[in-house]
């Protein structure tokens, strides 16, 4: 036991003098050589940090708000009258033995049987604009019916007209007739709506009658691929099948967006909803209006993405603007002097940050008004006026808005991944590549390289490469060396499909295994 207590004791001391030898370390350091403490010196700047801020408190209730707009919001029943083949067909149970002869044998005597009526009805909602009855809708709510009602809270009903329709932004505009008056609800700017804004919907979800949901700005200018001018308001208000073309309100009680569509895998609201902002849609209703159509402008140019890669090829500071890939010859661009490789930064002084902004940008800009089009051409910034035209239904597509000859194609598979070819007749039938195409034809792509990745294949042809035109293997593989020589880590190729239908793509050329001749490169 003595021994126990003698061991506990020593191994105490022990502690005790390293702590001590600690401690005194400690004091050493926090000394400098000439003895000054080292807190005299520049002390190190502690992590920047958000300072509190009293936030106002939501809102107590909406219903205020809502006693005030729910008499403008209304629902839309449209009915389709349609001819169908009427056919005799017997309910089988699944499985059942020769199910599928049982189908053909009936579908054979149903053959020329007589066309009968059938009426289709869809339901969804709209909002009044004006209190001479102009009512604002999706055009899917009432697609091609050939009945279309409108219905208010208190059940009365009217008919409605069909002003004007415009299926590329999902707008319709109706009329109502009364001797009184209608309840009205007007536009907001939803371009002051910021992330996080409350947000009210108002609608006839599944049919149910005026229904009310509440939720935020989720996020703006999104693009969901359902067309050119896509830049819609996403919220968390709830919105479901037949919420469709009622009104998006912010706390003024002012109509920020249409409500169109909802991303969910059940059909039901998940929190994901998308209204057409009214900076969108309100040119559009007026059009709809004053002409019973729309008259978009049109720049006649087919336009591509700038991306990183694409903007050092460019020579461009940083990835922006949209990437002239195609003039039409009758457009306004043409005649004003725009030309294919120019990237466009500005429009009207309202700046181009990417492809998809363009489109949107140019068809809400008046037809006949000239404006400054800002490029830049070979790296220097290039101011064109041009006067945009109507854009017209056929033309809505178009705009979218030294080695030697041996060594260039191991110069130009290294680096770029490609095997290319001069295009002759052989190679011309092999790939149907048009009679009017020429260039370098590529007759075999890496799958592991750059090219591939940007889907480059077999039977592209190569017009251009640094904005220059090329014949030969050997004019690629020279114009990539002078390419190096500028200081350039990517090439930007002019490629064109055997059809003549031609794009920009931009690829990497990676220096770090290239020699001096240019017969090098890592792929990318």
Do not use: C
Request: proline share 7%; aromatic share 4%.
């Amino acid at each position: 036991m003595p021994e126990a207590v003698s061991q506990l004791a020593a191994r105490a001391t022990r502690r005790l003098r390293v702590r001590g030898a600690t401690l005194a370390l400690a004091a050493a350091l926090a000394m400098s050589p000439l003895g000054a403490p080292l807190a005299q010196t520049a002390p190190v700047a502690p992590a920047q940090q958000i300072t509190p801020t009293p936030f106002p408190d939501a809102p107590e209730s909406f219903a205020d708000l809502v006693d005030r707009v729910m008499p403008a919001v209304v629902n839309i029943q449209a009915a389709t009258t349609a001819e169908v083949e009427e056919r005799f067909m017997p309910q089988l149970p699944p499985g059942t033995p020769f199910e599928d002869l049982f189908e053909e044998f009936f579908n054979r005597r149903g053959e020329g049987a007589p066309r009968m009526p059938r009426r289709s009805n869809s339901l969804g909602s709209g909002f009044i604009i004006d209190p001479s009855g102009i009512v604002v809708t999706n055009n899917h709510v009432i697609g091609d019916a050939d009945e279309i009602e409108v219905v208010f809270a208190d059940g009365t009903t009217y008919d409605a007209e069909v002003i004007g329709t415009d299926s590329a932004i999902d707008i319709a505009v109706l009329k109502i007739e009364s001797d009184v008056p209608f309840p009205s609800v007007p536009f907001g700017d939803s371009e002051e709506m910021r992330i996080g804004d409350w947000v009210v919907a108002i609608g006839n979800p599944f049919g149910l009658g005026g229904s009310v949901s509440a939720g935020i700005v989720s996020a703006r200018a999104r693009d969901i691929a359902s067309g050119p001018y896509d830049n819609y308001i996403q919220t968390d208000a709830a919105i479901n099948r037949g919420n469709s073309g009622g009104p998006l309100f912010n706390m003024r009680g002012e109509v920020v967006g249409i409500n169109t569509a909802i991303l969910s895998p059940t059909g039901g609201s998940v929190g994901i909803g998308f209204s057409i902002p009214t900076s969108t849609a309100l040119p559009v209703i007026e059009q709809l209006q004053e002409f019973g159509e729309t008259r978009r402008g049109w720049l006649g140019v087919r336009i591509q993405s700038v991306d990183e890669t694409t903007a050092d090829a460019l020579g461009l500071d940083e990835a922006r603007g949209a990437l002239v890939a195609g003039v039409d010859p009758d457009g306004p661009a043409s005649a004003a002097g725009i030309e294919m490789g120019d990237v466009i930064v500005s429009f009207d002084g309202v700046e181009v940050e990417s492809s998809r902004d363009l489109p949107r940008i140019v068809a809400n800009t008046p037809v006949g008004k000239e404006v400054a089009v800002e490029v830049v051409r070979d790296g220097e910034p290039v101011t064109i006026d041009v006067t945009i035209a109507r854009l017209q239904e056929t033309a809505e597509a178009a705009d979218v808005t030294g080695p030697t000859e041996e060594d260039a194609p191991v110069a130009v598979r290294e680096a770029l991944g490609m095997e290319l070819s001069e295009i002759t007749e052989e190679l011309r039938a092999r790939f149907s590549i048009a009679d009017d195409v020429e260039g370098v034809v590529v007759t075999e792509v890496d799958p592991l390289s750059a090219a591939s990745e940007r889907r480059i294949q077999p039977g592209n042809v190569i017009l251009e490469v640094g904005q220059e035109p090329v014949a030969s293997p050997a004019e690629v593989a020279e114009r990539l060396q002078e390419l190096r020589a500028e200081g350039r880590r990517s090439a930007l190729l002019l490629v064109s499909d055997a059809d003549g239908e031609v794009r920009f793509v931009a690829l990497g050329m990676n220096d770090e295994n290239a020699d001096d001749t240019g017969n090098g490169g890592d792929r990318n």
